[in-house]
Structures are given as structure tokens and as C-alpha cells.
């Protein structure tokens, strides 16, 4: 077993491998691509050679990967097919994988029209923390067969298992797509008309606002109706600061990727109510500081992501999470623990975890559970 | 249950009053979920006013360690809602109210007995719309397609029930109440909501749900084109998915199903057609407009002949009112019928249906074939005489056939009518002894005492007696039918 380049982890190949480790160690933490420092700093296992694609079957709809290949090579293989991961996996580009996606429960702009990492993924093989190899959910994109096992690593943070394989459920991508800015008078405007625009028959792929005042939106479809969907929304909605953007791709994965965000910063994820939106903004811009500290309303408002220097963020985050009444996760960043604000224990998730992880192996030692 | 009245006093100790029926005669009502044929008395149903009852009654139930069952309108398909033997029926319809629908954050959130159609017509005024629209949606609940992550004819696209809920509030076995999710389409922590979907009342109860709105498309284009063979319907299933379009809905009919529509509600279809295939688009209309020659195109190559387009609404109707009966109108050509819903992976649909056929002939026994051919999910209908000596325990064996083939494909021995009580057995086929025991230790760990629906989907306990017994009332009332 080679050690892992970073941080000289111990890097199984094989389940046995893998097993030998979880059931010798006192703490079994795994990391992925090192996307996500804040999640994983005090990973004990890489999971960087449990890799590849298993199988791909492009008239299923379905692929399965093991957890730790890259997300960029999940979608090089799936775009020979003119197919991607509707959700839009965040931080590709940092080398994140798909097993660390699901385990971090974070999703991309795409989540807006078609759902998230939870509503793509249709089977999980993981390892319990007492060294069984566990199945979780099916392989075929329709499948009520049994509890849903696999929901329970979305999120989990690798508190529900190391993760050893993922099956997905993926989609045609759109044969073209558009993308146009819309600036408002102000935040408030940006909001209401971020409401409009999601609550009208657009079929927009990709809703994200960006204060001060504006608005970034996106569709896709058959290259000949493009324009003319986009002349009648501008007519609608976007009025003289309507505004095409190009190249479209290049935007979206910058956004998928955080660009807007530094990479030296840290960086914050928060699931918001749209409705927060205006209360959000106005808490933080009162912040001393403000102008450091970035950020993106994602998914029509049902995210907030947020960037800036460490101790910017480490002092006002959790003031934010009072106001909004929101736990926040930390991406990137120096934190204590990756949940701020964190949340009442919840009796439904302890009993259960209980099963997956008897030993506690997976829970930091002096941390509540995920 | 050793003590009855004890546990009946605890229940009028939360003012239950009339509502908590012990009566044989007013059980009678609740003996069964009507469209399978397994049926069992419980000891008392409640009707529960409240989430108040519900939590009184479940805590009744931990300390006397009765079993209990939540109940929505009993539509089940799979047996999960049969009562519990010497159990309480805990009956969810008058907790019917929509708490709260929001344009703005395009959630509603509702109680368990609210029918699933209603989320629909109440988001109607605001252009929004519930996606999971299994047929039985003008009657089964909320919190049933919670138990059951129920889909419909629009899963490919849009998912199951699962896919549309954000939030939910629960009862566990023992009577702690538990918050999960919230209001935000994004989670945080684990998936625990999209974890207690599909657990089939194992789990506990369901008392509040919020559920996450779409916007209504704004134009629906709707095909009809007829074949000379399942297979080549099948082959133009597979064609349309290679295109790169992405229809809300793909389904196919067999010759048997198109007999049966036309005789009861005068579709038309070809006479001496074997299969039709309905593909339905939708979205903004300059897209659909676009994607219109293409499916075209398609359909046309596919060597598909009489193509029927629907050029508006009411026409569009007439497809689905064709497509929708056909259950309910198979339902008329024999005393009694029972509907599979196994998937297979889309590619094998050809040689599912073959094998099928195989099987009918070697049963001697009808099966119709009407189904999601978008994702695979089959609903063979396997046509029998419950008045016949042995046609049942046949249909019976049939229909462990087609499971067995399902999961020899690949595929599942459920796409969204549940394990219950009918398919238990065959979880061990699907699932390994390692996974299967992992399932039994998530409930343990949840419910030690096994009160919360048991003798569901996992494969244990006894089970009720086989009773033939036809169709639903509601079907044969024309209300429903089966998809
Ligand atoms: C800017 C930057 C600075 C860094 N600095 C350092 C440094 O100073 N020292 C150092 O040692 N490393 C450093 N790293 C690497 C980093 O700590 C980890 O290697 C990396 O964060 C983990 O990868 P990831 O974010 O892809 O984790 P992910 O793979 O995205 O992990 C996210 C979450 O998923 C879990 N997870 C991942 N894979 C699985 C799986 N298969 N099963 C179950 N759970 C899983 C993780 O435990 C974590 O909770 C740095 C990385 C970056 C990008
Ligand atoms: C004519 C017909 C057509 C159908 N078409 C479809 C279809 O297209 N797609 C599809 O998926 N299904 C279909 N079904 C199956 C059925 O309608 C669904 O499974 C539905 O979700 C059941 O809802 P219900 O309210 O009738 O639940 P019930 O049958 O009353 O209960 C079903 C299960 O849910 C549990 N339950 C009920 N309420 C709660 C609660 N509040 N909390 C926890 N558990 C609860 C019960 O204990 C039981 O295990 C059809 C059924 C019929 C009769």
C-alpha cells in the first residue's frame, strides 16, 4: 500500500485492504481529491487509489465509479455520450472526487432544474465501521426496493462509511445553452425578480444571483430556439441590462469551481430559504469588513456560498448562522469543526449511525457526530 | 396483545372518543388495502384528528407494545397497508390540511392525509405544480407516497417522491418526534429525509411534509405512433433516448391493454397494432417547437406507422385518458388481476417482455403488459379467476417469475408500488444476507420492539392469509385506475 502523496496517508487498493485499516485504526477518516481542506485536514485514509470507472451504460442512463476517481474524469467518460452529472459537482477543477461530492452533500448551479448530489444517486457501496462491505440502493435509474441507504452518505461528511463505489443516474446533455446577466436598481430588486424568474414555466437550467444587484441565469435546448427563448425573456424580465455572456461553459464551471472566490480564502456553504435572501445580505453588509467577504445566492436562492480570509469569515459566519438560523459547513478554511453553528442532536440520525458505525470510528474524537 | 383495555383506556385517555373504533363492523372497512389480495382484521382503528392522536396513540402502542400501522386512503398496491394482526390502525385522512404554500420559496407543506391531486390544484393559482403524479393521485395521500416513494409517468425526468420532498416531520416507533430537512431545495448533514422515504412505515409516522413545487410547462406535445411488434416499440423507447431528447414521459402499451382501453373508453388504436408508444414533450414552446421534427424524425425511422399527434389540449387528454384507463379496463376482461412493478435496465425491456410472454404461455395465463418504458419499470398484469381452485397461488408463481427476472436483468423487484407485504420474500433475491442483516439492524436500532408496521418489506413474521377478493371499490367505481 503506497502512502498517499499528501500527507503520507495510507492509501488502500483493495476492499481488504481497506478493511484491514478501518478495523485497526481508532479514527477512520477519509479524503478524496483535496478539494474540501476543511473537511478533510484530519483524514487518516486517502481513498485516492480506490478508482476508476466500473461501468457505464450510456442508453441506461447510469454509471458507477469508484469513490475516489476525480469528478473530472467522471465527466471526461460521461461527455464522450453527450451525457453529465445534472447537478453540476462543485470544485472538479480543485481535483475533487465523487466520493468526497457525496460525502461533502454539496452540489453546483445545475441543481437548480434537475436536482442534487442526493437526487442523482442511485446505489452506494461503502464500509461499515465495523469492516463490512454493505450495498446500498440499486444500479437501474428506477428502484423503491428496500431503505434508501445510500441518501444517508449524501452529506454524511464520512461519518456513515468509507465509500468504495457510487452509481448515478445521468442525463442527455442539452444540445446548446445560453447564458445572460440581468443587473437590477438593487438587491431587493435582484431578489424579487430572482423570485419571478424561478416561479415562471422557463425551464432555466442554472438561477444564481450575485450581490450587489445581479442576476445570472442560464437554459439549454435545441440550438434553433435558444435565441429566440432568450429575446422573449429579455423582453420579460431583462429590460436594457440584459446581457449575453460568452463562452456560456467556461462561466459556469468557473462558477462550479469557486473562481469568483480566491483560492486562498476560505469558503462557506450555507442552505438558505429563498426568502432569506434579503436578510442575509443586509446582515452582512453591516459587517466591518464586508468588502473581503464574497458571495453567491445559488440554486434560485436555496444556497449561500460565502468567501473570504479565514478570520473574517471565522468571526462572522457563526453570527450569520444565529441570524439566519442555518447551520453553515466549512469548504476551505481553518475551522474547528466543519459544521458551524452546528445542530440539535437528532434521535432519528443517532440511532442510526449507530448501525453504521458501532465503534464510532468514523466521528472525530472529540467532536458530536455529523 | 395480552391486554386490550388497558391499552384501549390509554387511547380514551387522549380524548379520542368515537374516533377509536373497536367494533368487528367498523373494522371491516380497514381489513384490507383493497388491491391485493392479502386481508387482515386489526384489533382497533383510530381516526386520528391530530398529530396530537397520532403521537398519543404511538406512545400508547411503545408502552403496551402494540403494533401499529399508519393509514392513508389504502390504495396500496404491495399489501403495506394491511393491517397488523391484534394491531392499531392508525388512520392519517383527517389530518388533511395544507399548512402553508409559498410562491416564493415554491414549497408547500402539508399534512399526510392531504390527496396527492390537491397539492397540485391548490399550487395551480400561482402556475406551480406537485410532479409525482402516480394514477391514483385524485385519492391516495401525501404521507402514503412518502411510506412508498411513489413515482409516476413522469419519473425519468423528474423523479419520485423522493425527489420532491425537502422536509418532514416524524414520529418515531417509541414516540420521539424528530425535525428533518427544512425548507431549503439544498440539505445539510446527512440525507435523513430522502432516508426515511421508501421505508414503508418501518420507520414511524409522517406528520408534516414539505414538499417542493415546479413551475407548470408551459407547452406539452404529445405523440401516439403504433407498431407491429413490443419489440420494435421497444427499439423506438431506445432510439428517442440516443436522440439526446429527453421526454417527460415514454410509455408503451400492448395489444391486450389497447383492447381493453378501447372497449372501455373508446381510445382509438389500430386494429392490427401490437404495441403503442406515447412520448410526450414539454417545456417553453419555442424548445418544444424545436424538438418536435425531431422526435419526428425519430418515430418515423423507428418504423412506427399511424402516428396520432396531438395538436391540443383535448386531444392531448385523449392519449392519456387511453393510457390511464387501460388498467382499470383490463381489469373488466377477468375477475381478478395483480399488478407487478419491476424494473429492468431500459436496453432489456425487448427481452423482459419476450421472456414474459414465455412465461404466460407455460402458466397458461393472460398478462397484459402497460408501463414506463422511459425507465424501465414494467407492470405486467397477470389476468386469473380468484374463484378458480389453484388460479391464484398460479398468478402467484407467475409473478415470482417475473421478479426473479427482474433482478437476474439487473434491475429491481419494485420501481415504486413498495416491497409490502406481497414482495418481502423476495428481498432476499435482490439483496445479499449482509445487506439484508444491515437493514435489519437499522430497524432494530430504530424500532427494538417492532411495532412500526411489521411483517413489511423485510422478510419476516407470518403472513396474513391469501383472500381473493377483485377489484378496488374506487375502480370499480371508474374513480381510479390501476398504472
Ligand atoms: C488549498 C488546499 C490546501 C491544502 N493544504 C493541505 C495541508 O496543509 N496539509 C495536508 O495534509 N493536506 C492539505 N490539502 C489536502 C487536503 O487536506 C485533503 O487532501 C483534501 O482536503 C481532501 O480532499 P477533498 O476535499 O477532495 O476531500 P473530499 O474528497 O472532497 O472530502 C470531503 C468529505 O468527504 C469525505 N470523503 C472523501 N472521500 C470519501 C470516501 N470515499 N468515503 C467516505 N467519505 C469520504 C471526507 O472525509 C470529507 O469529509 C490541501 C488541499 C487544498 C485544496
Ligand atoms: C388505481 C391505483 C393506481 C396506482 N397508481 C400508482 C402509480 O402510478 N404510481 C405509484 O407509485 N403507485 C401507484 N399506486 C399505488 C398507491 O396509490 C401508492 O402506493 C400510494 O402512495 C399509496 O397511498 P395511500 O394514501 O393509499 O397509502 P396507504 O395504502 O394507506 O399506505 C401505504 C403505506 O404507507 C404507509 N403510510 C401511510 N401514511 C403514512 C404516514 N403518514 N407516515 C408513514 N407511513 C404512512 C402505510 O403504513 C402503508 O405502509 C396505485 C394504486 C392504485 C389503487
Excluded at chain 2, 399508519?70 to 392508525?90: E, F, H, M, N, W
Excluded at chain 2, 385518458?321 to 376482461?333: C, E, M, Q
Amino acid at each position: 500500500m503506497p502512502p498517499s502523496q499528501v500527507g503520507e496517508r495510507p492509501t488502500p487498493e483493495s476492499e481488504d485492504q481497506l478493511k484491514e485499516l478501518v478495523l485497526k485504526l481508532p479514527y477512520v477518516k477519509a479524503v478524496g481529491g483535496g478539494s474540501k481542506p476543511a473537511l478533510s485536514r484530519d483524514a487518516t485514509i486517502s481513498m485516492a487509489a480506490i478508482r476508476g470507472v466500473v461501468d457505464y451504460l450510456p442508453e441506461e442512463y447510469t454509471i458507477s465509479v469508484r469513490a475516489g476517481t476525480p469528478v473530472q474524469e467522471v465527466m471526461a467518460t460521461l461527455e464522450e455520450h453527450g451525457q453529465f452529472l445534472p447537478f453540476d459537482p462543485p470544485l472538479s477543477s480543485a481535483g475533487a472526487t465523487i466520493g468526497g461530492t457525496v460525502a461533502a452533500g454539496v452540489s453546483g448551479p445545475g441543481r437548480f432544474r434537475y436536482g442534487g448530489v442526493r437526487d442523482f444517486l442511485l446505489g452506494v457501496t461503502f464500509m461499515s465501521g465495523d469492516g463490512r462491505i454493505i450495498h446500498g440502493g440499486g444500479k437501474v435509474v428506477k428502484n423503491a426496493a428496500g431503505f434508501d441507504i445510500p441518501k444517508l452518505m449524501v452529506g454524511g461528511l464520512g461519518a456513515w462509511g468509507l465509500i468504495t463505489e457510487l452509481t448515478f443516474k445521468v442525463f442527455p446533455r442539452a444540445m446548446e445553452t445560453l447564458t445572460a446577466e440581468i443587473e437590477t436598481a438593487s438587491w431587493a430588486d435582484a431578489c424579487r425578480l430572482g423570485h419571478e424568474l424561478a416561479l415562471a414555466p422557463l425551464d432555466l437550467l442554472c438561477l444564481e444571483l450575485a450581490p450587489p444587484n445581479k442576476i445570472c441565469l442560464r437554459i439549454g435546448g435545441q440550438v434553433s430556439s435558444l435565441q429566440e427563448r432568450s429575446e422573449r425573456m429579455r423582453r420579460s424580465y431583462g429590460g436594457d441590462s440584459w446581457k449575453q455572456i460568452q463562452p456560456d461553459a467556461l462561466m459556469w464551471q468557473d462558477a462550479a469551481d469557486f473562481a469568483w472566490a480566491g483560492d486562498t480564502n476560505a469558503l462557506v456553504r450555507m442552505a438558505i430559504n429563498p426568502k432569506q435572501m434579503e436578510l442575509a445580505e443586509a446582515t452582512v453588509t453591516q459587517w466591518s469588513r464586508a468588502d473581503e467577504v464574497q458571495r453567491r445566492y445559488g440554486v434560485g436562492g436555496n444556497v449561500l456560498w460565502m468567501s473570504g480570509p479565514d478570520e473574517v469569515l471565522g468571526e462572522s459566519v457563526p453570527l450569520l448562522v444565529t441570524v439566519l438560523n442555518r447551520p453553515a459547513l466549512a469548504i476551505r478554511g481553518t475551522w474547528d469543526v466543519a459544521r458551524i453553528g452546528g445542530r440539535p442532536p437528532n434521535v432519528l440520525a443517532e440511532r442510526l449511525h449507530s448501525v453504521f458505525d458501532p465503534q464510532r470510528r468514523f466521528v472525530p474524537p472529540k467532536s458530536q457526530m455529523a | 396483545m395480552h391486554d386490550h383495555e388497558s391499552f384501549f383506556r390509554d387511547l380514551r385517555r387522549l380524548g379520542v372518543g368515537e374516533r377509536l373504533l373497536t367494533r368487528p363492523a367498523q373494522l371491516v372497512a380497514y381489513e384490507s388495502d383493497g388491491l391485493t389480495a392479502f386481508r387482515q382484521k386489526p384489533s382497533a382503528v383510530l381516526l386520528a384528528d391530530n398529530q396530537d392522536d397520532v403521537i398519543g396513540a404511538i406512545k400508547a402502542c411503545h408502552e403496551h407494545h402494540v403494533p401499529f400501522m399508519a393509514r392513508g386512503s389504502g390504495t396500496s398496491l404491495s399489501g403495506g397497508s394491511v393491517p397488523i394482526q391484534d394491531g392499531l390502525v392508525i388512520a392519517m385522512n383527517r389530518l388533511n390540511r395544507i399548512l402553508d404554500l409559498d410562491p416564493v420559496s415554491r414549497t408547500a407543506v402539508v399534512e399526510p392525509g392531504v390527496i396527492n391531486l390537491a397539492v397540485s390544484q391548490a399550487a395551480a393559482e400561482h402556475g406551480l405544480y406537485y410532479a409525482p403524479d402516480p394514477s391514483s393521485g385524485p385519492v391516495c395521500t401525501i404521507g402514503g407516497n412518502v411510506a412508498f416513494n411513489s413515482g409516476g409517468a413522469h419519473c425519468l425526468k423528474y423523479g419520485m417522491t423522493t425527489n420532491h420532498v425537502t422536509g418532514l416531520k416524524i414520529v418515531l416507533p417509541d414516540g420521539e418526534v424528530c425535525q428533518l430537512g427544512s425548507d431549503s431545495l439544498e440539505g445539510d448533514g446527512p440525507d435523513l429525509v430522502g432516508a426515511f422515504i421508501g421505508s414503508e412505515g418501518l420507520w414511524g409516522v409522517a406528520l408534516e411534509v414539505t414538499l417542493r413545487l415546479l413551475p407548470k410547462p408551459e407547452r406539452f406535445y404529445t405523440l401516439q405512433a403504433a407498431y407491429d411488434s413490443l419489440e420494435k416499440a421497444g427499439t423506438a423507447v431506445a432510439m428517442v433516448i440516443a436522440s439526446g431528447l429527453l421526454p417527460g414521459a415514454l410509455e408503451i402499451m400492448d395489444r391486450l391493454s389497447m383492447d381493453a382501453a378501447m372497449a372501455a373508453v373508446a381510445a382509438e388504436y389500430s386494429k392490427d397494432a401490437k404495441a403503442v408508444l406515447i412520448v410526450e414533450l414539454e417545456g417553453p414552446r419555442e424548445e418544444v417547437e424545436a424538438e418536435i421534427p425531431l422526435l419526428r424524425d425519430v418515430i418515423e425511422k423507428s418504423g412506427a406507422y399511424q402516428p396520432i399527434l396531438a395538436a391540443d389540449e383535448e386531444q392531448r387528454q385523449r392519449i392519456w385518458t387511453g393510457r390511464k384507463s387501460a388498467f382499470s379496463a383490463v381489469g373488466r376482461l377477468s375477475p381478478d388481476f395483480i399488478v407487478q412493478d419491476g424494473v429492468v435496465p431500459r436496453s432489456k425491456l425487448g427481452h423482459a417482455l419476450a421472456e414474459i410472454d414465455k412465461f404466460a404461455a407455460q402458466y397458461q395465463m393472460r398478462v397484459a403488459n402497460v408501463f414506463h418504458a422511459g425507465d424501465g419499470n414494467l407492470h405486467p398484469l397477470i389476468l386469473y379467476d380468484g374463484r378458480q381452485e389453484g388460479e391464484l397461488e398460479r398468478a402467484e408463481e407467475l409473478a415470482g417469475e417475473i421478479l426473479r427476472l427482474c433482478i437476474r436483468l439487473g434491475g429491481s423487484i419494485t420501481g415504486e408500488h413498495g416491497v409490502g407485504l406481497e414482495k418481502r420474500n423476495y428481498m432476499s433475491e435482490m439483496f445479499s444476507e449482509v445487506d439484508l442483516k444491515f437493514m435489519y439492524q437499522m430497524r432494530e436500532a430504530l424500532d427494538p420492539r417492532q411495532l412500526a408496521n411489521p411483517g413489511k418489506m423485510l422478510p419476516i413474521g407470518t403472513a396474513p392469509a391469501l383472500v381473493s377478493h377483485g377489484a378496488h371499490p374506487l375502480e370499480k367505481q371508474g374513480i381510479v385506475s390501476r398504472y
